[in-house]
């Protein structure tokens, strides 16, 4: 071996470390990604799974009915994939303050178990602020057999807080399919 050929194996070396460091820095970097990106979901508030509201059974159970307002409560859903979703009403009066419930039927239209999640939104954005969750099937992930359908309760209560300028609030579901999970 001459001493080019030590000089390239060298530097063959030297660079296959580099690239091994890199690509080490690079899966941690990927790895650090998903909490990150949740820290940063949470701080900003945009694309954040349904939290259980600790607080909100407490409320409802301690709040009072303002009966002199009612406000219009709007039930949407939307699937994607093999589900369908629809609320059993299209909307409620609600007195802010009064515990109220709502059921959604959710369907698995495909020949196979499946795993969906639900994510909320709301209309008027700054809603979701005293729209306070007891129970909801959002809270969690959820399995339905092939080709079952079944019905799951949303019980709320709207924080007599609300500004007086929101009469109606609309309550919208999307569910989809959650990637990689294992249906049981």
């Known amino acids: 071996m001459n001493v080019t050929d030590k000089l390239r194996?060298?530097?063959?070396?030297?660079m296959l470390k580099k690239l091994v460091v890199i690509a080490a820095?690079?899966?941690?970097?990927?790895?650090?990604?998903?909490?990150?990106?949740?820290?940063?979901?949470?701080?900003?508030g945009i694309n954040v799974l349904t939290q259980v509201d600790a607080g909100a059974k407490e409320f409802a159970a301690n709040t009072q009915v303002d009966e002199s307002r009612s406000i219009t409560v709007v039930f949407d859903a939307n699937a994607q994939g093999p589900w369908r979703i629809r609320p059993v009403k299209n909307s409620l009066q609600v007195h802010p303050g009064a515990l109220t419930t709502m059921?959604?039927?959710?369907?698995?239209?495909?020949?196979?178990?499946?795993?969906?999640?639900?994510?909320?939104?709301?209309?008027?954005?700054?809603?979701?602020k005293y729209f306070k969750k007891v129970e909801c099937f959002c809270f969690q992930q959820q399995t339905l057999a092939a080709n079952e359908a079944k019905q799951f309760p949303v019980v709320f209560v709207i924080d007599p807080a609300v500004p007086k300028s929101v009469d109606t609030i609309?309550?919208?579901?999307?569910?989809?399919?959650?990637?990689?999970?294992?249906a049981k």
């Open 9 to 14: 194996q060298h530097l063959s070396w030297r």
């Open 25 to 44: 820095l690079m899966f941690g970097f990927a790895y650090a990604l998903v909490p990150l990106y949740r820290k940063i979901c949470e701080i900003t």
């Open 103 to 128: 059921v959604y039927e959710i369907a698995n239209q495909q020949h196979r178990r499946m795993v969906g999640q639900a994510i909320p939104s709301y209309v008027p954005q700054l809603a979701a």
């Open 170 to 182: 609309t309550l919208s579901y999307t569910f989809f399919e959650v990637a990689g999970a294992t």
